[in-house]
Nanobody, 126 residues
């Protein structure tokens, strides 16, 4: 069984930065095919923010965060980070960490992920 725990969320003013972290624990935590960050605002669908293919280090970013956010993993591949710079009010959402085993696959949709964290709230004011 794998547990994902996010941290680093908070309330900030537009233009500032936050760094989110996701720690994965469990026997298979280091063998994920991909991990990702998703976010969901009230009344909206959960959307992919950024994804990383664990072994290759290949990354994907949604158009709305390209150039501002950076996804990364530590050497053990069990800690996922999301550096968020130049935050905008539209970034306000609850951010979730997710992990998938097995591939290849796009890792683009929520259905593809078996494990999720509890989420951490990010609120950006103007």
């Amino acid at each position: 069984q794998v547990h994902l725990v996010e941290s680093g969320g908070g309330s900030v003013q537009a233009g500032r930065s936050l760094r989110l972290s996701c720690t994965a624990s469990g026997a298979t935590a280091s063998s994920t095919f991909c991990m990702g960050w998703f976010r969901q605002a009230p009344g909206k669908e959960r959307e992919r923010v950024a994804t990383i293919i664990t072994d290759r280090g290949l990354t994907y970013y949604s158009d709305s965060v390209k150039g501002r956010f950076t996804i990364s993993q530590d050497n053990d591949k069990d800690t996922l980070s999301l550096q968020m710079n130049s935050l905008k009010p539209e970034d306000t959402a609850k951010y979730y960490c997710a992990a998938r085993w097995g591939g290849p696959t796009s890792c683009a949709t929520v259905i593809e992920y078996a494990y999720w964290g509890q989420g951490t709230q990010v609120t950006v004011s103007s």
